[in-house]
Structures are given as C-alpha cells and as structure tokens.
C-alpha cells in the first residue's frame, strides 16, 4: 500500500487514488470477516471500506511503520465501534463547512486532524475514533502538542481497547458525574457544583488522566482544589520540535 518507490508514470494524484483505492477494498474486506460471525458483514464491511477510502486519499497511515499497519488493522477490525464514530466526525466537518483540515498534523501520523469540524464544547478537542477535531490554531507549538500528546493517546485507547473502550469512558463519566454530586453536597459546597462534577466525572477518568500525564499537563488547572490524583499517571513524552504548517486554513480564535 506504499506510494514509495512506485512507477515513475504514476503522478502523485495517481498514486492517491491507488492508494485510497487498495486501502479501501482492504480495509472494506478486513472488517466483513470480523462482521460476518455475528450477522454483520456488510455493515462492517461499508465502515472499514469508507474509512480505507477517506485515509488512503488523505495518505494518514504510515506504511512504513509497523505502528501505521497496526493501526490500519486495528481501525478496520478490533477499533472499528470507534472507527464507525469517526465517520460521522467526518459528515459533521463537511456539513458545518470550513473544517480546516490539518495535513501537516494528519499525514502518514496515523490520524485525521481539523482545526474545526465536530466541537460540542468550545475551546476543547475531541476524538473519536481516528479523529480529532476542535484542534484551534494547529500552527502554534502548544496545540501540536495537544494533538500529538494528549489527543493521540485517546486515539490508540480506542484502537487497543475497541469495543470496550466508548461504554468505559461512558460509564466512568456517568458515575463520575454522581459521586460528584455527592462530593460537592457533603464536603465541597464551596467550590461550583460544575466544576466538582467536572472533576470527578472528566478530569479524573482513567483515560484522561492518561493523556494528560502523557502531555505534561497534570493536574489540569481547571480541577477543583483538593480533588483528582495527586500524581502523573505517566511518564509525560519528550517536546517535539513544531511542524510548520503549509497551506492551511487559519483557525477560530480560542
């Protein structure tokens, strides 16, 4: 499926469509074989199709890798809940218009970014599946950050954990969301009912507090005082050097 070393005739619009074309089938075959058991083959079989042929154009995996093929695998088979989500981040970008599409964040880095597109609450990205969207000003060295740190964590959660991942992460924030209430009637009702909520039921999910550590940023400033894990879940990974970006679409002012 790589597009290096191909035929000098193929141009590089040519070796798109190859590529988006061979992911595809793929992709398409890979999940009919894990959807056909339990009546479902067609089905999968369009989601890992649609997907194939969204990031063989946009070229988002990086063949050379052995993490870029897992990830293709990962997406069309065990991650393909997630992968289904995805798509409709996807619809949602083209249909709100202007999505500001990130290829310096997205090619051959195993993942979509757009600045825009799927954003439920403003001034925080959100990924679903291989997705992140609401990224804001991708040419500032913090928000690459965010993306490759925090938000590419959430992106291998779904692919490593796959069906289970999407009703933990519920299911962590609704019981969160309780213990909150709880937590701000007996001992914190000086602190905003939402901000102690927040905590318990976002800041302090597993996952979160994964991708936080990961990016260097815990605690978060915005958790309640006296709440949330004392420490890093994890090591935070190294800086790397920021990716200037070309021909992009500026951002919405955070």
Not at 15 to 23: D, N
């Amino acid at each position: 499926m790589t597009t290096q070393g191909r035929h000098p005739s193929v141009g590089p619009g040519g070796a798109r469509i190859i590529e988006a074309g061979v992911t595809a089938v793929a992709g398409a075959a890979l999940a009919a074989a894990i959807g056909r058991p339990i009546g479902m083959g067609r089905a999968a079989a369009v989601v890992g199709g649609a997907n194939g042929l969204v990031s063989g154009w946009r070229g988002i995996y990086d063949w050379r890798s052995g993490r870029g093929v897992a990830a293709f695998v990962l997406d069309s088979t065990w991650g393909l809940a997630s992968t289904a989500g995805s798509l409709g981040s996807h619809v949602i970008a083209v249909v709100r218009g202007r999505p500001g599409y990130a290829p310096h964040l997205s090619h051959r880095e195993d993942r979509h970014v757009y600045e825009r597109g799927f954003q439920p609450r403003t001034g925080f990205l959100i990924t679903v599946g291989n997705v992140v969207s609401g990224a804001g000003d991708t040419s500032t060295p913090r928000r690459q950050r965010l993306v490759r740190h925090h938000e590419h964590e959430h992106v291998w959660q779904g692919r490593l954990l796959g069906p289970l991942y999407p009703p933990l992460y519920a299911a962590w924030m609704a019981a969160g969301a309780a213990v909150g209430m709880l937590v701000w009637a007996t001992r914190a009702r000086d602190q905003p009912l939402f901000r102690v909520v927040e905590t318990c039921a976002y800041y302090m999910n597993p996952f979160e507090w994964w991708a936080y550590s990961r990016d260097d940023s815990w605690p978060p400033g915005r958790m309640a005082p006296g709440l949330g894990w004392r420490r890093p879940m994890v090591r935070a990974i190294a800086v790397p050097r920021p990716v200037r970006a070309t021909g992009r679409t500026p951002a919405a002012p955070r």
